[in-house]
Protein backbone atom coordinates (compact mmCIF):
# COMPACT_ATOMS: atom_id res chain seq x y z
CA UNK A 1 0.00 0.00 0.00
CA UNK A 2 0.97 3.66 -0.76
CA UNK A 3 2.37 5.65 2.22
CA UNK A 4 0.65 8.49 2.50
CA UNK A 5 2.38 12.21 3.21
CA UNK A 6 1.27 14.53 6.07
CA UNK A 7 -1.60 16.99 5.54
CA UNK A 8 -0.01 19.94 4.82
CA UNK A 9 -0.64 23.36 7.07
CA UNK A 10 -2.00 25.38 4.09
CA UNK A 11 -3.83 28.77 5.17
CA UNK A 12 -7.14 28.67 5.92
CA UNK A 13 -8.47 31.06 2.89
CA UNK A 14 -6.98 29.18 0.11
CA UNK A 15 -8.15 25.91 1.41
CA UNK A 16 -12.00 27.49 1.49
CA UNK A 17 -11.18 29.11 -2.14
CA UNK A 18 -10.23 25.20 -3.50
CA UNK A 19 -13.00 24.17 -1.67
CA UNK A 20 -15.22 26.19 -3.33
CA UNK A 21 -13.98 25.57 -6.58
CA UNK A 22 -13.88 21.82 -6.47
CA UNK A 23 -17.76 22.12 -8.15
CA UNK A 24 -16.25 23.64 -10.94
CA UNK A 25 -13.01 20.92 -11.33
CA UNK A 26 -15.62 17.43 -11.20
CA UNK A 27 -14.81 14.93 -11.22
CA UNK A 28 -11.27 16.02 -10.90
CA UNK A 29 -10.05 18.37 -7.77
CA UNK A 30 -8.41 21.60 -8.11
CA UNK A 31 -5.58 19.90 -6.76
CA UNK A 32 -5.21 17.44 -9.49
CA UNK A 33 -4.62 20.45 -11.76
CA UNK A 34 -2.39 22.37 -9.03
CA UNK A 35 -0.15 19.12 -9.33
CA UNK A 36 0.23 19.64 -13.10
CA UNK A 37 1.70 23.13 -12.19
CA UNK A 38 3.91 22.36 -8.98
CA UNK A 39 3.50 18.89 -7.07
CA UNK A 40 4.71 20.74 -4.23
CA UNK A 41 1.08 22.02 -4.13
CA UNK A 42 -0.81 19.67 -2.86
CA UNK A 43 -3.43 20.59 -0.87
CA UNK A 44 -3.74 16.63 0.13
CA UNK A 45 -0.42 15.67 1.21
CA UNK A 46 2.82 17.19 2.22
CA UNK A 47 5.54 16.90 -0.26
CA UNK A 48 8.87 18.07 -0.64
CA UNK A 49 11.73 18.55 -2.59
CA UNK A 50 15.21 17.18 -2.49
CA UNK A 51 17.61 20.18 -2.25
CA UNK A 52 21.13 18.14 -1.39
CA UNK A 53 22.06 15.07 -1.07
CA UNK A 54 25.57 15.04 1.19
CA UNK A 55 27.31 11.76 1.09
CA UNK A 56 28.29 10.71 4.88
CA UNK A 57 29.84 7.20 4.07
CA UNK A 58 29.60 4.66 1.61
CA UNK A 59 26.64 3.42 2.61
CA UNK A 60 24.55 6.35 4.21
CA UNK A 61 23.72 10.20 2.47
CA UNK A 62 22.00 12.99 4.43
CA UNK A 63 19.32 14.14 2.35
CA UNK A 64 17.60 17.89 2.58
CA UNK A 65 14.08 18.22 1.82
CA UNK A 66 12.26 21.55 1.72
CA UNK A 67 8.25 20.94 2.11
CA UNK A 68 6.22 22.84 -0.19
CA UNK A 69 3.79 24.10 2.88
CA UNK A 70 4.96 25.59 5.68
CA UNK A 71 6.57 23.04 8.27
CA UNK A 72 5.29 22.22 11.36
CA UNK A 73 8.13 21.65 13.45
CA UNK A 74 10.02 18.84 14.75
CA UNK A 75 11.90 18.11 18.48
CA UNK A 76 15.34 16.63 18.47
CA UNK A 77 14.28 12.98 18.30
CA UNK A 78 11.26 13.07 16.53
CA UNK A 79 10.51 10.90 13.41
CA UNK A 80 8.76 11.43 10.07
CA UNK A 81 7.94 9.32 7.40
CA UNK A 82 9.56 9.53 3.83
CA UNK A 83 8.50 8.32 1.17
CA UNK A 84 10.00 8.02 -2.59
CA UNK A 85 8.00 8.01 -5.55
CA UNK A 86 8.20 6.25 -9.05
CA UNK A 87 6.12 5.21 -11.75
CA UNK A 88 6.44 1.41 -10.53
CA UNK A 89 5.61 1.93 -7.02
CA UNK A 90 5.13 4.75 -3.90
CA UNK A 91 6.72 3.38 -0.67
CA UNK A 92 8.07 4.46 2.35
CA UNK A 93 9.71 4.45 5.75
CA UNK A 94 10.41 6.08 8.95
CA UNK A 95 13.62 7.77 9.02
CA UNK A 96 14.97 10.37 12.24
CA UNK A 97 15.17 13.90 11.57
CA UNK A 98 18.47 14.97 11.78
CA UNK A 99 17.94 18.54 10.96
CA UNK A 100 18.28 21.51 13.69
CA UNK A 101 14.47 22.30 14.43
CA UNK A 102 13.74 25.82 12.68
CA UNK A 103 16.84 25.82 10.19
CA UNK A 104 16.81 29.58 8.51
CA UNK A 105 16.61 27.79 4.72
CA UNK A 106 13.39 25.82 5.81
CA UNK A 107 15.04 22.57 5.28
CA UNK A 108 14.84 19.52 7.24
CA UNK A 109 17.13 17.05 6.63
CA UNK A 110 17.34 12.53 7.20
CA UNK A 111 20.34 10.32 7.32
CA UNK A 112 19.56 6.62 5.93
CA UNK A 113 21.75 4.24 5.61
CA UNK A 114 21.96 1.73 3.16
CA UNK A 115 19.62 -1.38 3.74
CA UNK A 116 20.25 -3.89 0.64
CA UNK A 117 17.07 -5.87 1.62
CA UNK A 118 15.12 -2.60 2.11
CA UNK A 119 12.70 -0.95 -0.15
CA UNK A 120 13.13 2.84 0.50
CA UNK A 121 17.06 3.27 1.55
CA UNK A 122 18.25 1.56 -1.89
CA UNK A 123 16.51 4.33 -3.43
CA UNK A 124 17.94 7.29 -1.10
CA UNK A 125 21.72 6.28 -0.75
CA UNK A 126 21.74 5.08 -4.44
CA UNK A 127 19.50 6.59 -6.73
CA UNK A 128 17.69 9.94 -4.99
CA UNK A 129 18.93 13.09 -7.10
CA UNK A 130 18.36 17.03 -6.38
CA UNK A 131 14.72 17.74 -7.53
CA UNK A 132 13.09 14.41 -6.56
CA UNK A 133 9.56 15.32 -5.13
CA UNK A 134 8.83 12.74 -2.12
CA UNK A 135 6.29 12.53 1.04
CA UNK A 136 6.81 13.61 3.74
CA UNK A 137 4.43 12.17 6.80
CA UNK A 138 3.77 13.64 9.97
CA UNK A 139 5.88 14.20 13.01
CA UNK A 140 6.14 11.41 15.52
CA UNK A 141 8.33 10.19 18.47
CA UNK A 142 8.98 11.12 22.19
CA UNK A 143 12.45 9.99 22.33
CA UNK A 144 13.38 13.13 23.58
CA UNK A 145 15.23 14.33 26.69
CA UNK A 146 13.21 16.45 29.30
CA UNK A 147 12.54 19.88 29.96
CA UNK A 148 14.10 20.13 33.43
CA UNK A 149 17.18 17.34 33.03
CA UNK A 150 17.61 15.31 36.16
CA UNK A 151 21.00 15.41 38.10
CA UNK A 152 21.97 12.97 36.32
CA UNK A 153 21.77 11.19 33.08
CA UNK A 154 22.74 7.56 31.74
CA UNK A 155 22.38 7.27 28.45
CA UNK A 156 22.47 4.02 26.80
CA UNK A 157 22.84 3.05 22.62
CA UNK A 158 21.46 0.48 20.63
CA UNK A 159 20.43 -0.49 17.28
CA UNK A 160 16.21 0.45 16.36
CA UNK A 161 14.34 1.07 13.58
CA UNK A 162 12.96 -1.42 10.75
CA UNK A 163 14.46 -3.11 7.86
CA UNK A 164 13.53 -0.38 5.22
Same mark, same amino acid.
Given at each position: ????? @????????????? *?????????????????????????????????????????????????????????????????????????????????????????????? *???????????????? *??? @???????????? *?????????????? @???????
Amino acid at each position: MAERG @AVPQVPVLQRRAL *KALRGLFTPLLPDDYLELINPLWSTQELRGRIERITRETADAVTIFIKPGWEWPGHEPGSTCASASSSTACTTGGAYSLTSDPGRPDGCISITP *KLVEEGKVSPYFVRHA *KPG @AIVRIGGVEGAF *KLPELFPEKLLFIS @AGSGSRL
